[in-house]
C-alpha cells in the first residue's frame, strides 16, 4: 500500500485502496485475533478516558471514512493546493495554500467562498472562515493510512496543540460541520454528523487507538 | 458616441451633424447614446464631412477613419483603418476611428469570418485612402488654381511648394466632397509604406482597460428590458408545455411566453442555424431578477422528432430532415465507426490507388477522433432589439450584419432599409457569432413585448445552446514500396453532421495515388464555423499522420514534408491543388531555423513540429514539451507564418501567441459530450479552458518577410497548433494519441 | 435599502440583499467594465476589489459589500494611470479584451501585496482569470513590466 502511495495514483483510486484496506484490517479485527495496537498511539487525558482498542479502533474506522470523504479530504490536501469535487480533482484554477491557509493575493478562499454557500449547482460552497490548514500545521488527510491519521490527529505538534477537550470540541467547528452543507450536487460524508461525532468522541475517549499498519 | 482616438489622448466626444448644402452625406452615429458617459464635459459636436465611407474630416482637420468589418480581438478597428491612413497619408496618431453601422453599400462586405477582413479589404481601404487624398488635392488645386501634379501632402496637409501654400485636409473637406470619386488612382508601392507594417496600438486599448462600454452586453437604452431565454434542456427535445404563474409573481418580471424563432417552412439561408425552435422567453426589469423568474418556471419538455429545416440558397429550395434521437457521445463515436467503414463520396482521385495499396510493402493506417467544441466565447451571446412596426433597431455582437439583416427583413416583415444594425465590439467570436439567431430572437421577443429588449444568455445558455464545431473523425493509409517510399496516401474522413476534409490540400499533388472520400451523419446537433472550420480537425490529424509516416520511413518530420513539397512544386500530381508549395516550405524552414530543430530532439524537450495550409496563409509550429505535475505541459513555442505584408506586426504577433495558445488548451483539454441529448459541460468548471499556469512561458513569432498581398492571419496558426502538440506527445509519452482532447484520451497502441 | 461604497462614492439601493455585487454594478449602477462571464467564479471577468480582496462579484452577494469599500475597473486609477494600466497599453495586450477588467483588477491585488512577483507567483495569483484569446503572456509580461515602473518610481 505504502508503494501504492507513492506512486501517487488518482485520488479517487487512491482513495478505494485505502478503504479496501481498511475494510480487510477491520475483518481481521471482527475475529478478535491478531490484534495489533501502538500503544503510544493513546493519549493520556484526564477526562473520561476509558481505554478499550476494540472499540476505539472500530469508532477510528468510521472517523477515517469521513475524513476522507471529499468533503473533508479536499481541503487537507497533501500538496498546497486544495482538492475539488467528488472524484477529489485539484482544485480547478489551482488556489495555493498561503501561510494562514486563507490564499495568496488574488486568489483567496473568501474571493470565490462566501460566508455562506451560493446558490445553484457547481457554485462555490461557502463559510465565513473557509480555509485550508496553515503551511505550518497543515494537518493532511490525502493519502494517510488509519495508522498515520489517527497518530497525526492527537499529535499535538501537528494538531495545532489541541488537547483531548479541544479535539472533542473540535467536531462541531463550523468548518468541520460544513462537511455536511456544502451546496447543490455535492455528496455527503458517509456517515451524519451526529454519528461521525460520536464515533469522535468515542475514538477519543476510548483511548485514541490508532491501527496498526498492515 | 465617444469615438477612438488612436493616441488615446483626445477623448473629443464627436458627434456628425447636417451641414448646409455641398452635396454632403450626413452622418449621425446612432450608437451615440450607447457610450455616451453621462454629464461627460468632453461633450460637444463636431461636424464632419464625408469624403467617402471610410473617411470624414472635420474643418479643423480631424481624420476619422470607419472601420467598416465588426472587431472580435482580431484588431480589425486598427489593422483596417491603417490602411486608409496609408494611403490617405495622415498622421495615425491624430486619428479618430470609429466602428461603422451596417452599410453594406459604402462599407463593402463587412464579414468578419474566414480571415477575410484584411485579404477583403486590402485593396478597397487603400484605395478609400488615395481616392479621398486625390479627391483634397483636386480640391486644392481649384482653390489655389495650381495643377494637381504640383501639390503634395504630408501628415494631413497639403503643400503648393512652388507657391508656398499649404492647407490642411480639413480646410478642403467640404469642396473635396463634391468632387467626384475618381476612377484611376495610383496606390502606394510597398516600399513607400510608413503605416502599414510598423506595430501600431490597439485603438480601443484605454477603453478596454478602464472599463468603458464597449461590448454588446454593455449595451444601454431608455426603457430597456432584459430578456433571457429558456430552451430545451436537450438537443432533440422541445417544449411541451409550461407554467409561469410563479416566475410572473417574482419581482421585476413583465412577462413570460413561449416564441417561435421560425414559422414553418421559413427558407433558412446558410447561417440562419437553430438549435431550438420553440423558445421560452423570461422578460423584466434586471439580469439578476430575470435569472432569478427562470428559475422558478415549471416546464414539461417531450422529444421534438423528426424535424424538417427548408434550406434556401443558391441550390434552391429544399427540405432537409433534422433526426429527432437524443444523442449519446459513446454511440456517436461507435456509430461514426460504423459508417467509416461503408462506401463514401469521392472527393478526390489521382492516379490509381486501389493498385498502389494491393501492391504495397506496407500500409499504416490510422483513425483519428475529435469531439464537438464550444467556442466559449468570454462574452456570453447577446443582443439589443427595438423593434416597432415601422422599424427596427439592433445593437450587439455579430460578426456578419449583411447575413443578419436579410434574415431580419424577413422574420419583421420590414424592409433591410428600416433595419439598423451596429456592431459592439465582440468579446470574443471565433465563428460563432456569424450564426445571428440570438438577434434574430431578441428582435422577436421585442416585438413581441413592444420595447427595446436586450437579449442576454447566461454561460450555460452559451455553452449548450450553441453552434458547435463537429464531431470529427478521419482515417489516413499510407502505402509504402519495400524501399520505403510512399506510394499511395487515402484519407477518408466523416463527422456528425459534417465531414472536415479538404481534397485538394497537401499532401494531394505531392503523392501519385491519392484518394479522398467524405461522409457525414445527420444530427441535430447543431453545428457552424469554429476557428479554421475542418481544418482545426485536419491539422490535427493529418499532421500526426505524416509524422508518425516518416517516422516509418526513418525520416525527419520536416525533411520529409519538404521533400513532398518539392514533388509538389516540380512535377505537381493532379489539379486544383489550393496551396502554393514554395510557401508552404518556406514556414516549416523557417521554424527549423527559429527553433534550432535539429531533427531528433531536444535535450531538454520532447519535441513536435506540424505545418498547415489554410484561408490562404501558412503556418508552422514547433512545441516544446515536458511533464510537469503528471501532465503534458507545453513550455515553449516557435510559430512561423507567412500570411503575405504583415499590416500591424506586434499585433500580428499577439495573434499567433494566442492561437498558439487556443491551440494547446482546445487540443489539450477541449471537448464537449451529450448524454441523452443533454451538454454535459455546461459551464468551466466542467468545459476547461487553458489558463496562465498552463499556458508556454514563450511563443516566438516570425512571419516570413514577402511583400504578397495580405492573407488571412486569425484562423490559418491554430490549426497546426493540434498536430504540434500530437506530436510532442509521442515524444513525452512514446505513444501515439489518437483522440483528442488529448489530455482526456487513452492511446491506442499502434494497429500495424 | 441598502448603501454601497463604489468607488468613493455612496450608493443607496432598493435591491435584494442576495444580488450579486455584478448585476447591481452592471444593471442598476451603471458600471459595465466589471463583466459577466459564467456566473459561478470560475472565470475571473468580474473580479472586483472588496476592502482590497480580489472578490468575484457574480458570487459576492450586495449583503457582504455594504460597510465595505468597492473598487471597480473604474475606480482603479484617477486617469487610467494605474501602472498595470500604463503596462497593459505599453504592451498592447488586449485582443478581445473583455476579460482584461478582471485581469488587471486581479493583477492589482497581487501588486499591491508582492512588489516583485516571480512568474511562479504571478501564475499563482491569475490562474483563476480566463482570456480565451490566449493573451496570457503579455498580461504575464505586463504585470512584470508594472512591477518594475512602480519599483523604479520610488
Redesign the interface.
Known amino acids: 500500500m505504502k508503494q501504492f502511495y507513492n506512486k501517487?495514483p488518482s485520488s479517487a483510486l487512491r482513495t478505494f485502496f485505502v478503504l479496501g484496506s481498511l475494510f480487510l484490517f477491520v475483518g481481521i479485527m471482527a475475529f478478535g485475533s491478531n490484534l495489533s495496537i501502538d500503544k503510544q498511539s493513546a493519549i493520556n487525558v484526564k477526562t473520561n478516558v476509558v481505554k478499550d482498542s476494540v472499540a476505539s479502533v472500530n469508532a477510528f474506522k468510521k472517523v477515517y471514512a469521513v475524513l476522507m470523504s471529499p468533503r473533508c479530504m479536499n481541503c487537507h490536501p497533501a500538496g498546497d493546493v486544495p482538492l475539488q469535487g467528488d472524484d477529489s480533482h485539484p482544485h480547478?484554477?489551482?488556489?495555493?495554500r498561503g501561510l494562514d491557509g486563507k490564499g495568496?493575493?488574488?486568489?483567496?478562499c473568501?474571493?470565490?467562498h462566501?460566508?455562506t454557500n451560493?446558490p445553484?449547482p457547481?457554485?462555490?460552497p461557502g463559510n465565513p472562515n473557509w480555509h485550508l490548514p496553515p503551511a505550518d500545521m497543515k494537518m493532511v488527510f490525502e493519502g494517510r493510512s488509519p495508522y498515520q491519521l489517527a497518530k497525526q490527529l492527537v499529535d499535538p505538534k501537528q494538531n495545532g496543540h489541541k488537547d483531548m477537550k479541544k479535539l472533542i470540541e473540535h467536531a462541531d467547528d463550523d468548518l468541520v460541520l460544513a462537511g455536511w452543507n456544502m451546496g447543490e450536487g455535492r455528496a455527503h460524508p458517509p456517515l451524519s454528523h451526529a454519528e461521525f461525532k460520536k464515533a469522535w468522541i468515542t475514538w477519543l475517549t476510548t483511548g485514541a487507538y490508532a491501527p496498526q499498519e498492515k | 458616441m465617444e469615438k477612438t482616438s488612436t493616441n488615446n489622448s483626445r477623448r473629443t466626444f464627436l458627434k456628425s451633424s447636417l451641414l448646409a448644402g455641398g452635396g454632403l452625406m450626413i452622418h449621425f452615429s446612432g450608437l451615440a447614446k450607447f457610450a455616451l458617459p453621462s454629464g461627460s464635459a468632453e461633450t460637444h459636436l463636431i461636424q464632419l464631412t464625408e469624403i467617402n465611407g471610410y473617411v470624414k474630416i472635420s474643418a479643423d482637420n480631424m481624420i476619422t477613419l470607419i472601420c467598416p468589418n465588426p472587431e472580435f480581438g482580431q484588431n480589425v478597428m486598427t489593422s483596417l483603418p491603417m490602411m486608409v491612413a496609408e494611403e490617405l497619408d495622415v498622421d495615425w496618431k491624430k486619428v479618430i476611428v470609429e466602428m461603422g453601422p451596417h452599410d453594406s453599400v459604402k462599407l463593402g462586405g463587412q464579414f468578419t469570418g474566414g480571415s477575410n477582413s484584411v485579404r477583403s479589404y486590402w485593396r478597397p481601404l487603400r484605395m478609400a485612402g488615395a481616392t479621398a487624398r486625390n479627391m483634397l488635392m483636386q480640391a486644392a488645386s481649384q482653390t489655389w488654381a495650381v495643377p494637381i501634379e504640383e501639390i503634395t501632402s504630408k501628415a494631413g496637409i497639403l503643400y503648393h511648394e512652388k507657391s508656398g501654400r499649404k492647407g490642411t485636409y480639413g480646410e478642403f473637406a467640404t469642396k473635396a466632397s463634391a468632387i467626384p470619386v475618381p476612377k484611376d488612382v495610383k496606390l502606394k508601392a510597398v516600399k513607400d509604406f510608413n503605416v502599414i507594417r510598423t506595430s501600431q496600438k490597439n485603438v480601443e486599448g484605454t477603453k478596454i482597460i478602464s472599463g468603458k462600454p464597449l461590448f454588446g452586453l454593455d449595451y444601454k437604452h431608455e426603457g430597456m428590458l432584459i430578456a433571457m431565454i429558456h430552451h430545451p434542456p436537450a438537443f432533440g427535445m422541445k417544449l411541451k408545455s409550461f407554467d409561469a404563474s410563479a416566475a410572473l409573481k417574482m419581482p421585476g418580471i413583465k412577462n413570460v411566453f413561449s416564441l417561435k424563432l421560425y414559422e414553418d417552412g421559413f427558407e433558412q439561408a446558410g447561417f440562419d442555424v437553430r438549435s431550438f425552435n420553440d423558445l421560452l422567453v423570461v422578460v423584466g426589469k434586471t439580469t439578476w431578477e430575470v435569472m432569478n423568474a427562470r428559475k422558478k418556471l415549471l416546464v414539461e419538455w417531450m422529444p421534438a422528432g423528426d424535424v424538417i429545416d427548408t434550406m434556401g440558397g443558391r441550390g434552391g429550395k429544399r427540405d432537409v430532415i433534422v433526426p429527432g434521437a437524443l444523442e449519446n457521445t459513446t454511440a456517436q463515436l461507435q456509430k461514426m465507426r460504423e459508417f467509416a467503414k461503408k462506401p463514401a463520396q469521392q472527393l478526390r482521385k489521382d492516379g490509381d490507388p486501389e493498385t498502389a495499396f494491393k501492391n504495397a510493402a506496407q500500409i499504416i493506417e490510422r483513425t483519428y477522433d475529435a469531439p464537438f467544441l464550444a467556442h466559449n466565447c468570454m462574452e456570453p451571446m447577446n443582443f439589443f432589439a427595438h423593434v416597432t412596426d415601422e422599424k427596427a433597431l439592433l445593437v450587439g455582437p455579430l460578426q456578419a450584419p449583411g447575413l443578419a439583416e436579410p434574415t431580419l427583413s424577413k422574420i419583421l416583415n420590414l424592409p433591410a432599409d428600416k433595419i439598423e444594425i451596429q456592431m459592439t465590439r465582440m468579446g470574443g467570436g471565433f465563428g460563432r457569432r456569424a450564426y445571428t439567431h440570438y438577434a434574430t430572437e431578441a428582435a422577436l421577443i421585442s416585438k413581441k413585448v413592444k420595447a427595446p429588449v436586450k437579449l442576454i444568455y447566461s454561460r450555460e445558455d452559451d455553452t449548450t445552446y450553441g453552434i458547435y464545431r463537429p464531431m470529427y473523425t478521419a482515417t489516413y493509409r499510407a502505402a509504402l514500396d519495400s524501399n520505403k517510399n510512399l506510394i499511395a496516401f487515402h484519407v477518408k474522413g466523416g463527422g456528425i453532421p459534417e465531414h472536415a476534409i479538404h481534397a485538394n490540400r497537401f499532401p494531394a499533388g505531392a503523392v501519385d495515388n491519392y484518394l479522398a472520400e467524405g461522409w457525414a451523419i445527420p444530427s441535430n446537433i447543431t453545428i457552424g464555423a469554429f476557428r479554421a472550420p475542418r481544418s482545426n480537425f485536419n491539422a490535427a490529424a493529418e499532421q500526426s499522420f505524416l509524422d508518425e509516416l516518416a517516422e516509418a520511413m526513418g525520416k525527419d518530420p520536416i525533411d520529409f514534408r519538404l521533400e513532398l513539397l518539392k514533388r509538389a512544386k516540380e512535377n505537381p500530381v493532379g489539379k486544383n491543388n489550393e496551396y502554393d508549395a514554395d510557401r508552404y516550405a518556406g514556414v516549416l524552414k523557417l521554424v527549423r531555423e527559429k527553433s534550432g530543430w535539429t531533427g531528433a530532439g531536444d535535450k531538454k524537450f520532447s519535441r513536435g513540429v506540424a505545418a498547415y495550409f489554410c484561408h490562404n496563409s501558412y503556418a508552422a509550429h514547433v512545441v516544446d514539451m515536458t511533464m510537469r505535475d503528471g501532465e503534458p505541459y507545453v513550455e515553449r513555442v516557435f510559430s512561423a507564418v507567412d500570411c503575405g505584408i504583415v499590416i500591424n506586426p506586434d499585433a500580428a504577433s499577439n495573434m499567433v501567441q494566442g492561437a498558439v495558445i487556443d491551440g494547446i488548451g482546445n487540443s489539450l483539454y477541449g471537448g464537449l459530450t451529450h448524454k441523452n441529448g443533454v451538454v454535459e459541460e455546461n459551464n468551466f468548471h466542467k468545459y476547461r479552458i487553458i489558463r496562465m499556469h498552463e499556458a508556454p512561458k514563450t511563443v516566438d513569432v516570425s512571419f516570413v518577410q514577402n511583400d504578397i498581398d495580405p492573407t488571412g492571419l486569425g484562423e490559418p496558426p491554430f490549426p497546426p497548433v493540434f498536430g504540434a502538440v500530437a506530436n510532442a506527445l509521442y515524444k513525452v509519452h512514446g505513444r501515439r494519441f489518437y483522440q483528442q482532447p488529448f489530455l482526456l484520451s487513452k492511446p491506442d497502441g499502434p494497429s500495424v | 435599502m441598502i448603501t454601497l461604497n463604489i468607488n468613493k462614492k455612496n450608493y443607496k439601493l432598493d435591491a435584494d440583499p442576495n444580488t450579486p455585487l455584478l448585476w447591481v454594478l452592471r444593471d442598476n449602477i451603471g458600471l459595465v467594465g466589471t463583466k459577466y462571464g459564467c456566473g459561478v467564479a470560475q472565470c475571473g471577468a468580474c473580479v472586483v476589489h472588496l476592502d482590497g480582496e480580489a472578490v468575484r462579484s457574480c458570487v459576492t452577494k450586495i449583503s457582504r459589500a455594504q460597510g465595505k469599500k468597492v473598487v471597480t475597473i473604474e475606480g482603479l486609477s484617477a486617469s487610467n494611470n494605474h501602472p498595470l494600466q500604463k503596462a497593459w497599453l505599453e504592451l498592447d495586450v488586449s485582443q478581445c479584451g473583455y476579460c482584461q477588467a478582471g485581469q488587471i483588477m486581479s493583477a492589482a491585488v497581487l501588486l499591491r501585496e508582492n512588489k516583485s512577483p516571480t512568474s511562479q507567483d504571478i501564475d499563482d495569483a491569475m490562474a483563476g482569470n480566463i482570456c480565451r484569446c490566449g493573451t496570457y503572456l503579455r498580461i504575464k509580461e505586463a504585470i512584470q513590466l508594472a512591477a518594475k515602473e512602480s519599483s523604479s518610481d520610488k
Not at chain 1, 495568496?104 to 483567496?108: C, D, G, L, R
Open positions: 501517487r480547478a484554477m489551482l488556489p495555493k495568496v493575493s488574488a486568489m483567496k473568501s474571493n470565490c462566501q460566508p451560493t445553484g457547481n457554485t462555490p
